[in-house]
């Protein structure tokens, strides 16, 4: 008799767990604010608007070093996501505090406009991964998902 497949709620709830152990991993994510909403196997990083990410309070604008984190912290969690993936689905016991996260090697920002006061989302995608090495790309927007502010490709060491 085949084995019954497992209820979707102790699915949601190890994805969710392994997902917050990964956020709390990084206590650099709690300082910015920053959130990692999941649907499915697709996360997208929430960047709360706080008086204290303005860069220039003349416009006003996001800080480009906040916004930079952001995105790198988006790409990071992603190719962490994605690493973790398989071995959560087969039901592995996976822990997301023990997790070696990837290391940055490069990180290249494209600054599209300025960012708003106002909450900002990133998605990332990992275009390729090995054994050592991985390339991910991430995207931020604010009103618009097609009308990005700004944009970044990364390159990471895996553990």
Do not use: C
């Not at 949601?12 to 709690?30: E, F, T």
């Not at 860069?55 to 070093?65: D, R, S, T, V, Y």
């Not at 490069?106 to 006061?117: E, M, N």
């Amino acid at each position: 008799m085949a084995n019954r497949p497992e209820p979707v709620q102790v699915l949601k709830q190890r994805r969710d767990s392994v997902l917050q152990s990964l956020v709390a991993g990084v206590p650099y994510i709690n300082f910015m604010g920053i959130q990692i909403d999941r649907r499915g196997d697709e996360l997208t990083g929430v960047l709360p608007y706080a008086d204290m990410l303005i860069g220039n309070p003349m416009l006003p604008a996001l800080h480009g070093g906040a916004t930079a984190a952001f995105l790198e912290v988006t790409a990071i969690i992603e190719l962490s996501w994605v690493l973790l993936w398989q071995d959560m689905e087969a039901g592995r016991e996976v822990d997301g505090t023990t997790f070696k996260m990837p290391k940055t090697i490069d990180f290249t920002v494209d600054y599209l406009r300025s960012g708003l006061p106002r909450d900002a989302y990133a998605r990332a995608k990992v275009n390729r991964y090995g054994r050592r090495y991985a390339s991910v790309n991430v995207e931020a927007w604010q009103d618009n998902r097609d009308r990005p502010f700004a944009q970044a490709t990364g390159h990471f060491l895996l553990s």
